[in-house]
Nanobody, 125 residues
Framework: HVQLVESGGGSVQAGGSLRLSCAVS????????MAWFRQAPGKEREGVVS???????SYADSVKGRFTISKDNAKNTLYLQMNNLKPEDTAMYYC????????????????????WGQGTQVTVS
């Protein structure tokens, strides 16, 4: 049974930083794709950044140069470092994981993932 637990959200002023964490349990696969999504009020969930098992990453244009995804294998934890935050980054942030070799065009698609965390709120003012 896969469990994902996000933490690290909060309220910050524009230009500030936050680091989100996603503790993953019950998931131990050679090939996988992990990602961060976000959903602002009244908007659809969008893919922010993904990382696959070979270390390749994909970032949404809106966060390139500001957000960084990383993974601590020893802790089985996925991170999202968010710098230079903007009010438009305000959203509920979710981590997601999926097994197997996923085509790059699917890395940031919501429909790719079956396993989701409960989300952590980020508010930028």
């Amino acid at each position: 049974h896969v469990q994902l637990v996000e933490s690290g959200g909060g309220s910050v002023q524009a230009g500030g930083s936050l680091r989100l964490s996603c503790a993953v349990s019950g998931f131990n696969y050679r090939n996988y794709c992990m990602a961060w999504f976000r959903q602002a009020p009244g908007k659809e969930r969008e893919g922010v950044v993904s990382r696959v098992s070979d270390g390749s990453t994909s970032y949404a244009d809106s966060v390139k140069g500001r957000f960084t995804i990383s993974k601590d294998n020893a802790k089985n934890t996925l991170y999202l470092q968010m710098n230079n935050l903007k009010p438009e980054d305000t959203a509920m942030y979710y981590c997601a994981v999926e097994t197997g070799r996923i085509r790059p065009d699917g890395w940031l698609l919501e429909s790719t993932y079956r396993n989701w965390g409960q989300g952590t709120q980020v508010t930028v003012s």
